[in-house]
Every structure is written in C-alpha cells, then in structure tokens.
C-alpha cells in the first residue's frame, strides 16, 4: 500500500503544486485523504460535497444511483486520472474499484479555494478537467446519436488513446473492467456487446484472449466504424 507521502508526491507533481517547502503545498498536503480500494470495493464518502480524485494508481468507474436502483456508469478512470465527483444533488454517486486501487481525496470547494492563489495549479486542473469534460462530450453523442457498432468503436478508441500500448501498426489494451460494465456505460445489453466483439474479431479488425486482453489490429478502420469525420485527428 502506497504511504501518503508517496501518493500526495505523484499527485503534486500531476497538477504542478508549488515548491516542496511551500505553505500552500504543505496545507493542500494536509487537507489530502488517502483511500486504498480491493477491487469491487467502493469509496465510503464521508463528506457529501464534491470531492476531487486523484487515482495514484489502478482503476475505477463513477457510478450515477437514480430511483429504483437503476444505475449509470458515467465514466472510467485509470492511474494519473484527476476527476470530480459531484455532491448528492438529483442523483448519488459513487466510485467503484475495478482492481486494487491507491486514491488521494480533497473536498473540491476547499480545494479549489486555496488553488486560488497559484494559476499553475488551476491550468494543470483545468486541462485534465477540459480532457475529462471531451470525453463526456464524446460518450453524450455516441449515447444519444450512434448504434452499437458505433458505440463499441468509440469506446475501444478512448480506451486505445488513453490506456493503450503501440506494438507495431497495433495497440494492444488489457480492460480492467468486465463486459457488463461496458455495456453499461454505453448503454447497451451485454449480449450485444459480445456480438459486436465477435464481429470485429470476424473482421480481423481486433483480436481478444481472455476476459482482458484486445488488440486492435486496424485503428483506421474502427474509426470509420465509429463515424468520425474523415480526416479528423
């Protein structure tokens, strides 16, 4: 289990916090609260206010509970993430581990108060927030707009862009979380997220071992599968 130290160290230098023996730094230091999650576990909230995450390392899902225990996956985060969870309003909200996971915890207004006198810490906040806020934009128009196939082309070029590994003209991605929550967070059965996995598999498009492991084998070919405008970056 990581030390405090250490998680508040990689999170400092993540959203460029002000020197080490800096007043700011140390009373941000001390308004930290590390959490360590098992995999399936979810973070206990002791405070009802937006909180800021950070996630030192492993992965985890934002879950939306509405009424009558219908739940949302509203995203997916892995280590380096800094993200938002928004205080009870007309839904609740939790974070779930999807493995073995070191988190750090600040309440997000006291936070941003005291970042308030260095503008590098709110840039470094404000591109991961505009980065996050891109991706929800994305999902929103698959969500409402695309098909499954569509769908499960968008998600597997997020995961690509954000956890993958080049090898050669492929990118190998190893999905920490299961074929339900994919389905979930698109939207779609899990029956029809498998069929979609098999027809890209078919197609030599990707290649899956196990429950994990995806290879994307054509990229240029998802991303037409995903509707993107010809020629987009």
Request: aromatic share 6%.
């Amino acid at each position: 289990m990581a030390t405090l130290s250490n998680t508040f160290e990689t999170f400092a230098h993540s959203v460029k916090l002000a020197e080490p023996a800096s007043p700011l730094r140390q009373r941000i230091c001390e308004l930290g609260r590390p959490a360590h999650l098992t995999g399936g576990a979810s973070l206990e909230l002791e405070d009802a206010r937006a909180q800021l995450v950070y996630l030192t390392h492993g992965s985890t899902k934002l879950v939306a509970h509405a009424s009558e225990a219908r739940d949302q996956i509203i995203a997916f985060h892995f280590a380096g993430d800094t993200y938002w969870i928004p205080a009870s309003d007309n839904y609740s909200y939790s974070v779930c581990a999807l493995g073995e996971c070191e988190l750090l915890l600040f309440p997000a207004d006291i936070f941003l108060k005291m970042a308030e006198s260095d503008p590098q810490i709110l840039r470094g906040l404000i591109g991961q927030m505009a980065d996050a806020l891109r991706r929800c934009r994305e999902k929103a128009v698959a969500l409402g707009r695309k098909t499954a196939s569509e769908r499960i082309a968008v998600f597997l070029l997020g995961m690509a862009e954000r956890i993958g590994t080049a090898k050669g003209t492929s990118v190998i991605l190893d999905l920490p979380m299961s074929r339900r929550d994919i389905a979930e967070s698109l939207g779609l059965t899990i029956e029809t997220v498998s069929r979609q996995f098999t027809i890209l598999r078919d197609a030599k498009t990707i290649e899956t071992s196990g429950r994990s492991l995806v290879i994307l084998h054509d990229v240029s070919q998802l991303r037409a599968q995903a509707g993107y405008l010809a020629g987009a970056a």
